[in-house]
């Protein structure tokens, strides 16, 4: 009976039967999800940015010197987005992360996001709860430490033993073994003197009110086998407080990534990880495959054309009911031999994936926001979606486009100035350099930046155009302002490539260089023979020295650019409020 128990009645036995008793209960509502489902940010991140807000309001009374406190409905999300690069990312970003912080601007900004080599800045920053209300001198002091020691020991026979012991440890809590979780450990002895305890919901104690930008790190999910990442590919963010995909609008506790879910109920719960585990995943450049390196062997448009192609089937394409196999032949079994030689993923990662089980509803395909972020045929096949697989298979974001930009493009993020940090060389210009023709090189062009351009444009997602102009082609600036006023919903970027250019000549903004001190602005950044190239794990002393000075400097010289920037958004908001 429902509501109850109950027990059958005795003369419901059937001669010589033994009389079984059955109990019926009921439990009441269904057990709520672990699994969060929507598509806004969670309550944790809305009572976040309501405390942040009155950070932002201070900060931005004092840098645009407002004669009045703004409104709430005034105050702007300024969102910083750091690129991937190795050492040379984390570096980078200490250095315009110092320079923000100087200039007073630092608590204007309300995230802060990293792939690959940034996320590695972030988590060691996050490791103190007030790190950006401090000077940054000593955090710095400590990069430069870890940056050019010697990197020899990280494979020393006792440091292999304790990676040994800590893996077989994870595997009997019930982690699946991976490549990965090694990569995870070297790279954390490569940054780090002792293994570190933090964990990624640590850092909440750094956002309980409001002190710090609230960090989302990114990883891309893809198929451990049959398709390169460019054939499927989707957005995973990390923050303190929750783990998630935008596309499917799904989310947990960040402490429960990595237990065991069906159906959105956590079936097995695991320790949460230490974050080296996290950052071995956000800067994983071991899983690609044989098909994705062919790719990034190529030209890169070839990929955004075929991606273009495949995204017009999808939109004419009815979500199929019914997939009917035919038998394999002779043929079919050879092409299937050579796909799985080329997008087999010999060390890719593994990760308990939380969307197990989870069913769509009938409309899915149409929903808005899945939409959005759908980007292949598959997106029409919810049996080959995530949802469908044991586990994740996360990477570098890199493999796709070096970018943290994407969650920032979610409109219930509502951002309206994004500080674009870009450490890619090979869109790096040094002034004076010219080609082989012995005319100036051309060469500058934001390409990572201009990749997430075309993506948000095919994909519907308000973005500005990014298109230097022939100017700044032939003589790039330290900072260069893309926006589309005619798009309210596209934010404004304010775009920092890795360039030395007055950087050469003024060792401070407005302080010209010494002849004795010229050796101190040159700056290798060359994609072929520079320092600085994510193949390097140690920095010399003079070098770490130079690209912390060069990235503190190329910020601060930009000061007005920043400060109008700032205002645009401030008069944004005040445009947008209701008459």
Same mark, same amino acid.
């Given at each position: 009976m429902?509501?109850?128990m109950?027990?059958?009645?005795a003369?419901c036995?059937?001669?010589?039967?033994?009389?079984?008793?059955?109990?019926?209960?009921n439990?009441?509502?269904? &057990?709520?999800l672990?699994?969060?489902?929507?598509?806004?940010? %969670?309550?944790?991140?809305?009572?976040?940015?309501?405390?942040?807000?009155?950070v932002?309001?201070?900060?931005? &009374?004092?840098?645009?010197?407002l004669?009045?406190d703004?409104?709430?409905?005034?105050?702007p999300v300024?969102?910083?987005?750091?690129t991937?690069?190795?050492?040379?990312a984390m570096?980078?970003l200490?250095?315009?992360?110092?320079?923000?912080k100087?200039?007073?601007?630092?608590?204007?900004?309300?995230?802060?996001?990293?792939a690959?080599?940034?996320?590695?800045?972030?988590?060691?920053l996050?490791?103190?709860?007030?790190w950006?209300?401090?000077?940054?001198?000593?955090?710095?002091?400590?990069?430069?430490?870890?940056v050019?020691?010697?990197?020899?020991?990280?494979l020393a026979p006792?440091?292999?033993?304790r990676?040994?012991?800590?893996?077989?440890?994870?595997?009997?809590?019930?982690?699946p073994s %991976?490549?990965?979780?090694?990569?995870?450990?070297?790279?954390?002895?490569?940054?780090?003197?002792?293994?570190?305890d933090?964990?990624?919901?640590?850092?909440?104690e750094?956002?309980?009110?409001?002190?710090?930008?609230?960090?989302?790190?990114?990883?891309?999910?893809?198929?451990?086998?049959?398709?390169?990442?460019?054939e499927?590919?989707?957005?995973c963010?990390?923050?303190?407080?929750?783990v998630g995909?935008?596309?499917?609008?799904?989310?947990?506790p960040?402490?429960?990534?990595?237990?065991?879910?069906?159906?959105g109920?956590?079936?097995?719960?695991?320790?949460?990880?230490r974050?080296?585990?996290?950052e071995?995943?956000?800067?994983n450049?071991?899983?690609?495959?044989l098909?994705?390196s062919?790719?990034w062997?190529?030209?890169?448009?070839?990929?955004?054309?075929?991606?273009?192609?495949n995204?017009?089937?999808?939109d004419?394409?009815?979500?199929?009911?019914l997939?009917?196999e035919?038998?394999?032949?002779?043929?079919s079994?050879?092409?299937e031999?050579f796909?799985?030689?080329?997008?087999?993923?010999?060390?890719a990662?593994a990760?308990?994936?939380?969307?197990?089980?989870?069913?769509?509803?009938k409309?899915?395909?149409q929903?808005?926001?899945?939409?959005?972020?759908?980007?292949?045929?598959?997106?029409?096949?919810?049996?080959q979606?995530t949802?469908?697989?044991?586990?994740? %298979?996360?990477?570098?974001?890199?493999?796709?486009?070096n970018?943290?930009?994407?969650?920032?493009?979610?409109?219930?993020?509502d951002?309206d100035?994004?500080?674009?940090l870009?450490?890619?060389l090979h869109?790096a210009f040094q002034?004076g350099f010219v080609g082989?023709?012995?005319a100036p090189?051309?060469?500058?062009?934001?390409q990572?930046?201009?990749?997430?351009g075309?993506?948000?444009?095919?994909?519907?997602i308000?973005f500005?155009?990014?298109?230097?102009?022939?100017?700044e082609?032939?003589?790039?600036?330290?900072c260069?302002t893309?926006?589309?006023p005619?798009?309210?919903?596209?934010?404004?970027v304010?775009?920092?490539p890795?360039?030395?250019d007055?950087?050469?000549e003024?060792?401070?903004?407005g302080v010209?260089?010494t002849?004795?001190?010229?050796?101190?602005?040159?700056v290798?950044?060359?994609?072929v023979?520079?320092?600085?190239?994510?193949?390097k794990v140690?920095?010399?002393?003079?070098?770490?020295?130079?690209?912390?000075?060069l990235t503190h400097?190329?910020?601060?010289?930009?000061?007005?650019?920043?400060?109008e920037?700032l205002?645009?958004?401030?008069?944004?908001?005040?445009q947008?409020?209701?008459?």
């Amino acid at each position: 009976m429902v509501g109850g128990m109950s027990e059958w009645p005795a003369q419901c036995q059937a001669p010589g039967e033994h009389l079984i008793n059955v109990w019926l209960e009921n439990a009441g509502r269904p &057990r709520e999800l672990a699994v969060r489902l929507g598509f806004r940010p %969670c309550a944790e991140e809305q009572a976040f940015l309501s405390r942040r807000k009155q950070v932002v309001a201070t900060a931005l &009374r004092q840098a645009l010197q407002l004669d009045r406190d703004l409104q709430e409905d005034e105050i702007p999300v300024v969102a910083i987005m750091a690129t991937g690069g190795g050492i040379r990312a984390m570096t980078s970003l200490y250095g315009q992360l110092a320079g923000l912080k100087e200039l007073g601007l630092l608590d204007c900004v309300s995230y802060i996001t990293g792939a690959s080599g940034s996320t590695w800045a972030l988590a060691n920053l996050y490791e103190d709860p007030e790190w950006s209300q401090k000077d940054l001198a000593g955090p710095t002091e400590l990069l430069k430490t870890q940056v050019t020691k010697s990197k020899l020991g990280v494979l020393a026979p006792s440091q292999l033993q304790r990676y040994r012991q800590e893996l077989a440890k994870r595997a009997r809590l019930g982690y699946p073994s %991976c490549f990965t979780s090694l990569w995870a450990l070297i790279n954390e002895a490569l940054l780090h003197d002792e293994p570190h305890d933090h964990k990624l919901s640590d850092q909440r104690e750094a956002l309980s009110h409001g002190q710090n930008p609230l960090p989302i790190y990114c990883a891309l999910n893809t198929k451990e086998r049959s398709l390169s990442t460019f054939e499927f590919g989707e957005w995973c963010e990390f923050s303190p407080y929750e783990v998630g995909f935008p596309k499917y609008g799904a989310f947990i506790p960040s402490e429960l990534f990595g237990s065991e879910f069906f159906m959105g109920q956590l079936t097995k719960r695991l320790p949460e990880s230490r974050i080296c585990f996290l950052e071995g995943i956000w800067s994983n450049l071991y899983a690609a495959n044989l098909q994705d390196s062919l790719y990034w062997a190529s030209e890169p448009s070839q990929f955004w054309d075929r991606w273009v192609r495949n995204q017009a089937n999808l939109d004419k394409e009815q979500v199929p009911l019914l997939k009917i196999e035919e038998p394999p032949s002779t043929a079919s079994r050879i092409a299937e031999f050579f796909t799985d030689l080329l997008t087999r993923r010999p060390l890719a990662q593994a990760t308990h994936n939380f969307l197990r089980g989870l069913h769509f509803h009938k409309d899915y395909f149409q929903h808005p926001h899945f939409s959005t972020w759908k980007a292949t045929t598959l997106d029409g096949l919810p049996n080959q979606l995530t949802p469908s697989e044991p586990h994740l %298979c996360l990477l570098d974001v890199g493999y796709l486009i070096n970018t943290s930009c994407l969650p920032l493009l979610q409109p219930t993020r509502d951002v309206d100035l994004i500080l674009s940090l870009d450490y890619n060389l090979h869109g790096a210009f040094q002034a004076g350099f010219v080609g082989p023709t012995g005319a100036p090189d051309l060469a500058f062009e934001p390409q990572q930046l201009q990749l997430l351009g075309r993506f948000c444009q095919e994909q519907g997602i308000p973005f500005p155009p990014i298109s230097p102009s022939p100017e700044e082609q032939l003589q790039p600036r330290e900072c260069h302002t893309f926006s589309d006023p005619t798009c309210p919903g596209a934010p404004a970027v304010l775009h920092f490539p890795l360039v030395n250019d007055s950087f050469r000549e003024y060792s401070a903004p407005g302080v010209q260089r010494t002849p004795e001190a010229a050796a101190a602005g040159e700056v290798n950044l060359s994609s072929v023979d520079s320092p600085y190239h994510y193949t390097k794990v140690t920095y010399s002393q003079e070098d770490v020295d130079k690209l912390l000075r060069l990235t503190h400097y190329n910020v601060c010289n930009n000061r007005e650019q920043l400060l109008e920037a700032l205002r645009q958004a401030v008069q944004r908001r005040r445009q947008r409020r209701p008459q």
